[in-house]
């Protein structure tokens, strides 16, 4: 039995990348301490832009509402790839002040991948008259599969450059191939065998890390919410060695079309907090909100509750973006919205954790 407990507390605390840099190990780390007594509060570009304003320095929404910016912040890499090169510079240059940013001020980021189907039209959502199947021309022998690597060297590139005040590479959890068991996205169940995904994602993180040198990332593995049981959540994992956080993304339980169904999304956020126990793992509640926040008191009597009251331990829950110009899809509240008394209630209870709450998470 020592042996087994010594094996797991060997894996703890660390990241998949043994060369990963200290500040990365020290996020690890601090994520996994901090997971037993907090949740930290993020929010899907919440610093690019929000609801009616865009570029602005130092905002977010979520500031502009209780004087902190989120503790996790969503940014993604669908602008590095599919367009000019032009475009694609000016893109990394703007991410990587934004990512600089969050980390000079003591916040975390999280990098999500909406990516735009390299070897066919359709964008990063599968379109059945024009998308193809990309996985498998993406990995080792597939015919994109020199167009991929050149894809990766632009991610590994931009990785490496981003730096903080400190001189320091900035520490990223990096989250590609979300929602893979849904079917809307190219790299879906239905577009690739489990043995495809699964070999796309072992080649992307060693080519990352082992060829490229990216030793900054910590690799988050989060499906959709369909599955019920841990073997149904571990359809595609490709393996303890290749993933450093489990998480889900799950609107459908916690109100989306004003469907609740919290034993449901319990049940699920139970499977990944207790696979990451098991496995010496972080996890996260990668994704989740309700568009429009039409229950004002969603964020303590929905959210708060399920978070606090079910043995737990997730690193950080990150809700959806707000968009500049739509009047209705946002998922954090901005000044004036009527659910900011209940979103101070969240933001002012010891449980969750805010940017200003994060105290030197990467020493």
Known sequence: MLGAWHLVSAQENAPVDKKATAETRALYKNLKKLSEKHIIFGHQHATEYGHGWSGDQDRSDVKSVTGSHPGVIGVDL????????????????????????????GG????????????????????????????KYLIPGGEAHEKYKEILKGIGEW???????????????????HEFDGDWFWWGKSHCTKEEFILL?????????????????IYAFSPDNKFKTE????DRYPGDEWVDMVGMDNYGDFGRDNRYNLEAGVLKLKIVSDYAKKAGKLAAFTETGLESIPNNTWWTETLLKTLKNNDLQLSYVLVWRNDVRSP???????????????????????FTLFEKDLKKVYK
Do not use: C
């Open 78 to 105: 669908s602008g590095f790839s599919g367009i000019s090169p032009e475009a694609i510079e000016a893109n990394k240059k703007n991410l990587r002040k934004n990512v600089a940013d969050t980390y000079n001020r």
């Open 201 to 217: 994602w072992k080649f992307t993180v060693s080519y990352l890390r082992d060829e490229l040198g990216v030793h900054n990332f």
């Open 159 to 177: 990785a490496k450059s981003v730096k903080g005040a400190d001189g320091k590479l900035v520490p990223m959890i990096f989250r590609p191939y």
């Open 231 to 234: 073997e149904q959540f571990l």
């Open 328 to 350: 209705t899809h946002f998922y954090a509240p901005y000044p004036g919205h009527t659910s900011v008394p209940d979103f101070l209630k969240f933001y002012d209870d010891e």
């Open 108 to 135: 975390i980021t999280t990098v999500a991948w909406h990516f735009s189907n390299p070897v066919s039209k359709g964008g990063f959502y599968w379109k059945d008259s024009v998308s193809l199947p990309a996985v």
